[in-house]
């Protein structure tokens, strides 16, 4: 099967609007992603999947095309760069390349081989931001030509979308530069990403896998004829349609049929030597969260499985003379279930909540409490030391996600029934790394909850006022 690892397409969701994110390409939390597969040995045939057979490549209905669109990304995220104004994910936040200042140009070279002129224009996105109060100049040249010039002031983000006609050479050389004439007193850009699409031939100069989009030909079917390719034994992939299409070497060319689908598609060619083959499948179980089978749980707890002894203890307090209906929750079923498979993606446990929750009139159908057990670490901080993005340690130690830089825990439970960035549902962490911090954390609730009363146990409110010698 296909797959291909994650990228920031959930992020998006983080951001008001959506549209303010600043690179849709790189994840905020982990590019690993987990795909799930469904078998049926009762069923004859692909469920997903259909495997071409078609290699009639002398049949003259078959039209070639000789040219088809890639895609070029650009994009080096090296620091984290956060928003000033609270835990929200605000414009111009993410991942991006290093900055450069005043009088300084950065230099960025994609290759772009065997460019095909007269079939569509090129196409140029591009995505920066600013981390400077002042005013910026900024100039991008593609080639030596500019093609995007801006002065603009403050904290922000801006994208751009350039289109061409001009010729491509073999590698596209693009020059942003921070123009010392405004009398700014600093400056600071950093490129999130350039995204280049072009028309290029299928001349695969010594390339073993790559992507590309094709339109359908004017014959019933659509041959592809690729020269110059790493090697002969290729799989080739319609994703957009999902076939599965045999290519075979003849006359020092890779040869393919391809059906015609009304649509442009999407396919991808790598050397069988390239696959990737799984040893070993790991079986998944899914916990059934339908909130008619969990509709009386009232504290939700949730926790990692490695604090799980621990978690169940407190749960069976708080549910002493059924004061609550509490119950404990895999964070870790919850990144299966509601976050695509996107571990330590907190929008797992906003998507769970809003999930249970029933919409009603009343804050009485809201769950009354939430308490996340388990230490949470910044996705993305300057120092790799101090988050879980960049550091494989960290990410390990992070045992329940929390949200937003810094982070929040009580955006959490923002927009759950409603659209406010208010807290709808009180929530509270132990940072716990094992079973033994919540065992004692949960020595002294008992203690505290169960504490005989006494004189100094008084409640007092304490009104001050007037001038400041008078306090």
Known sequence: FYAKGNDGWLDSLLFEPYSDITNPYYSLYTDTAYYYLTSNYLLSGNKRVTVETDTDFSNPSYQTITNCIVDVLEQNPQYYYGAENGPLYLKGEGWFDVSFGIGQTVTKTLSTPGFVSGIEPTKVNL???????YGHHLNVKMNNQTIYDTIFWG???KKTTYTTTGNLTSTTIFDLSSIDDINATTDNIELAYIYLTYPRNFIFNGIYKQNFRIKDSNGSKTLLQIEQFLNNNVVLWDLTNHRRIPMVYQNSKLNAIVPNSGNEKECYIISEDSVKYIPKLEKKNFVNYLPTVINTTDYVIITNNLLWTGATAYKDYRNLNNKYSANCYDVEQLYDQFSYGIKKHPLAIKNFLKYISTPSNSNDSLIKYVFLIGKGIHSGTWSYWESFRK?????EACLVPSYGNPSSDNMLTTKILTNNNTNEIPIGRIA?????????YLDKVIQHENASAAEWMKRVIHFGGGNTTEL
């Open 127 to 133: 995505s920066f931001a600013t981390k400077s109060h």
């Open 155 to 157: 904290l922000t983000s």
């Open 391 to 395: 550091n494989t340690a960290n990410f």
């Open 432 to 440: 716990a790394t094992n079973n033994n911090e919540v065992n004692i």
